[in-house]
């Protein structure tokens, strides 16, 4: 059975710090390519981070520097160290793959807010 659960959000002040986790199964974990994106109220989901089966990572340019992805093949969960947040960054946050993208699927997310 196919499942993405993130978790790990919450309400933070701006300047502090986060780590986003997701538990994948339901698909060959070590071989997926593996993203976190984020929605804001009223706007598009945008990719966040990207981390290849091999570890190669990707960031969009509002976050590097300041956000970390990481996977464990072991446990099948990919992390978003969020460090330096600030008010922009709040959004729910999901974790995905290209095959579960095609198909439509997708996590419930969890909620980032950054006060001010």
């Known amino acids: 059975q196919v499942q993405l659960v993130e978790s790990g959000g919450g309400l933070v002040q701006a300047g502090e710090s986060l780590t986003l986790s997701c538990a994948v199964s339901?698909?060959?974990?070590?071989?997926?390519?593996m993203n976190w994106y984020r929605q804001a109220p009223g706007k598009q989901r945008e990719l966040v981070a990207t981390?290849?089966?091999?570890?190669?990572?990707n960031y969009a340019d509002a976050v590097k520097g300041r956000f970390t992805i990481s996977r464990d093949n072991v446990k099948n969960t990919v992390y978003l160290r969020m460090n330096s947040l600030k008010p922009e960054d709040t959004a729910v946050y999901y974790c995905?793959?290209?095959?579960?993208?095609?198909?439509?699927?997708w996590g419930q997310g969890t909620q980032v807010t950054v006060s001010s």
């Open positions: 995905n793959t290209d095959l579960l993208i095609r198909q439509d699927y």
């Open positions: 339901g698909v060959i974990f070590s071989r997926r390519t």
């Open positions: 981390i290849s089966s091999g570890g190669n990572t």
